[in-house]
Each structure stands twice: as C-alpha cells, then as structure tokens.
C-alpha cells in the first residue's frame, strides 16, 4: 500500500483536478456529504471580496441570490429533492454615469473561443421573459445591476436536474441585457453555452471555463467570449464588462488559491493516487495530471 501524500499548498497552477473531482462527486456516492455547497459557498464569498478591492468606487460587489438552485443530489435525473437559491455575485453601479477606468486597466485579453450571443441560447419553447428589479436596501443607496456573476453548480449544468430553472433565469438576465459572467470549472458535465465544444471529445474544448455573455446593446447584436484553460494551466485574466464601456481586468486565478488555502481543501487530495473518474479527463490532461504527480513525488522523497 503505497503511503499518502498531501500539501495544504495547491501544487498545480491552475485548477486542482484531484480537489476538484471530489467536488463534482455526488452525495450518495460520498456517503451522504456533498462537498461542492461548502466549496461554492467559499468561492463565491471570496470573488466578492477580490472584486471589491478593485472595482472603481462607484462600484460595489454583493452576494446575493443566485440564477441557480441547489439539490441535496445533483445526480438525481427527476427534479423531486429539495432545491434553494444559492447566492452568487452582482455588481452595482451607485450612479448612472459610471467613472471611466483608465486605459490601462481594460487592455484586451485574447479569450479562446467567440460566439453571436444569440446563437449560444437555448431557447426551448417554454421561454417567459421577465424583467428583474432589485429593491435597494434600507441602509445603502444601490443603483442598477450591471453585471451577474454565477459561479456553476454540478445541478445546473446542461445534462442536469436543475438546468431547466438556470437557464430560465439566465435567459431572463440576458434579454434584460445584463451582462453574465460564468465560472464553469466542472469538466465532467456539459456547458451551459450551447455550440462550446464539449470536453474531452471536441476540439477546442477545455476542462475549464470562463464565460462572459455581452447582450448589450441587444441579444441579437450581442457576443459569448470563453476564456478555456487545461489541466496545470494557470488563470486566464478575465476582461469583466460594467456599465457603459467600463471593465475591469480581473484574475480568478488569486480568488482560486485564496479559496484552496484558506479553506484547506489540500486535506482532500492524495496525490500518491489519481483523481476520481481520471476517465472524464483528456489523454493530455491525463498526461499533465501524471507528470505533475511525478513532480510531488520526487519533492516528497528528498
């Protein structure tokens, strides 16, 4: 029996894929524990964090309810299990007239993949439209939504139970033309935007992604940018869209090694053994998993 090895630190770039294949395990296949609310939960509340130390002042990050439900078991193929929103982020603009960034700060970021926003909807036939108002707290004076951000859920993706609702409610985001941003880190399930390459089995397809869907001015003049990175990749930086033609550049990547250290997800790895479901993953992928295994192991013996 070959001894475990486990590191607090995160070995890999990017993406920790023996963390991140317990995390898309169900809860009836962990024993009844889920461990993705925790991670989401985490995450989530650190984007917001991040975001605010680097939106303009006029800007505020919030978390709020989310586009998504949870399940207690996302497995499930009926819609019959309890669900509840999950929050995610929104940023709000304090003024109509939003301060412009200066040019440095919104340099291009070459994304991997662009799409007609129209295109990439899955427009069933029971589509209701709707307008989302957000009431304004008591105690602050928040101006309009200018962007969600919604970090995905195994039960919402595609080929899930909860998909019907999500897509109801990003569809409903999007002909209110507010901007979307999706962090897609599940490669074991299907993504949310239709014609993306499915992974592993499509070229140009990624294990991990990043989504920012622009309807302005109008859903039919509107674009998808992905920004897909592997398996020991780190972070692309992501261009986030605000109100008018301001943005930020914004590096998911620092939230991600934040969420891992501080909440000591590197107490579920074993990298003396491969992750769960090393299938799903593609033979490159596979061979980067193993090389940088290789890697852990000399570092462990010396």
Request: glycine letters at 6%; zero cysteines.
């Given at each position: ?206 294990p991990y992604n990043i989504f920012v869907n622009e309807p302005r001015p109008s859903v039919a003049k ?81």
């Open positions: 029996m070959v001894d475990p090895i486990r590191l607090m630190e995160n070995p890999y770039r990017g993406i920790n894929p023996h963390v991140n294949s317990g995390l898309q395990t169900s809860g009836i296949e962990r024993g009844g524990v889920s461990l993705w609310p925790s991670f989401h939960s985490d995450h989530i509340t650190n984007i917001s964090e991040f975001l605010n130390t680097q939106l303009p002042e006029n800007y505020t990050a919030r978390t709020e309810q989310s586009l998504q439900i949870r399940l207690e078991d996302f497995r499930r193929t009926v819609p019959e299990v309890t669900s509840y929103p999950e929050p995610d982020v929104t940023i709000y603009g304090q003024s109509p007239v939003a301060t412009q960034l200066k040019e440095s700060a919104v340099a291009t970021i070459s994304s991997t993949f662009e799409a007609s926003l129209e295109e990439t909807l899955d427009l069933a036939e029971n589509f209701v439209g709707s307008v989302v108002i957000r009431e304004v707290q008591a105690d602050q004076e928040l101006g309009p939504v200018v962007v969600r951000i919604e970090l995905l859920s195994p039960s919402n993706k595609r080929d899930q139970v909860g998909y019907e609702f999500y897509r109801r409610g990003k569809n409903n985001a999007l002909f209110s033309t507010t901007p979307l941003v999706e962090i897609d880190y599940l490669h074991e399930t299907l993504p949310t935007v239709m014609t993306y390459p499915e992974y592993p089995y499509q070229r140009g397809s990624h509107g674009y998808v940018l992905a920004y897909g990175f592997d398996v020991d990749a780190p972070f692309p930086k992501v261009t986030i869209p605000l109100a008018g033609k301001d943005s930020i550049q914004f590096d998911f990547g620092a939230v991600y090694q934040h969420t891992f250290k501080r909440g000591r997800w590197g107490k579920m790895a074993n990298y003396a053994d491969l992750p769960v479901r090393f299938e799903t993953y593609s033979p490159a992928d596979q061979a980067r998993i193993r090389a940088r295994m290789a890697t852990i192991r000399e570092k462990s013996s010396d």
